[in-house]
């Protein structure tokens, strides 16, 4: 059974900081999602990660893959409000999403000024 | 371009009642999957659906099923409700081409059991 665990749960920060997220998963797989969610609202797209090395850059949000290490790590450079939010990672680990993906439990982002 | 639209957004239902949730692919998409999110067991994988026919589908009980339409289309029931299923059920579509497999979620059906 997949597993996948996001480090930390929580996290209080405030802004101007840099800080990461790591997620990490318990089978081989080459395919990896980042997604942020609102209070209330739906799951968005951040990242999708789809080999070992893999890096991907967003505004202040940088995410990469090690696939050898079954990791991969979501970092926050200068930290503003509005990136306050859930932030979850999840991994296909059938490589072809046939299983569907398996989530992490979320790290829950509050920056504070 | 329209996204992922689910409906009812919010309903109540009671104890031994049945549920039907409906979701509308972007159009193009012709995976559609569903979850449910529920604050201790996380976001959960229930079923995947592509080109009307189930591929796979999570470690639920059989209460939980669906079907897809050849517009793509979708519909999750529930039968014989549980105070446990009081969950938000989301409902995402999907290319799943040679692209990335990247998941597009609705906003999902937040539904309440009493």
């Known amino acids: 059974e997949l597993k996948v665990e996001q480090n930390p749960l929580f996290l209080s920060m405030q802004e101007g900081k840099n800080y990461t997220i790591y997620c990490n998963y318990s089978?081989?797989?080459?395919?990896l999602y980042w997604y942020r969610q609102d209070p209330g609202k739906s799951l968005e797209s951040l990242f999708v990660l789809l080999s070992n090395g893999a890096v991907k850059q967003e505004g202040r949000l940088m995410a990469s893959l090690d696939t050898k290490a079954r990791l991969s790590t979501l970092h926050i450079t200068a930290a503003v409000h509005d990136l306050s939010a859930t932030y979850f990672c999840a991994v296909d680990g059938s490589g072809g999403g046939a299983d569907g993906l398996t989530f992490g439990k979320g790290t829950h982002l509050i920056i504070q000024p | 371009k329209a996204g992922v639209t689910q409906t009812p957004r919010y309903l109540i239902k009671t104890r031994g009642q049945q549920v039907t949730l409906s979701c509308s692919p972007i159009?193009?998409?012709?995976?559609v999957s569903w979850y449910q999110q529920t604050p201790g067991q996380g976001l959960q994988f229930l079923f995947e659906?592509?080109?009307?026919?189930?591929?796979n589908k999570g470690n639920f009980p059989g209460r939980f099923s669906g079907r897809q339409f050849s517009n793509s289309r979708s519909e999750m029931n529930v039968s014989t409700l549980e105070l446990g299923d009081s969950a938000l059920y989301l409902c995402?579509?999907?290319?799943?081409?040679?692209?990335?497999?990247?998941?597009?979620f609705g906003e999902g059906s937040r539904l309440t059991v009493l």
């Open positions: 089978t081989t797989s080459d395919r």
């Open positions: 995402a579509s999907s290319l799943r081409a040679v692209n990335t497999g990247e998941l597009f």
């Open positions: 159009s193009g998409h012709r995976s």
């Open positions: 659906y592509f080109s009307e026919t189930q591929r």
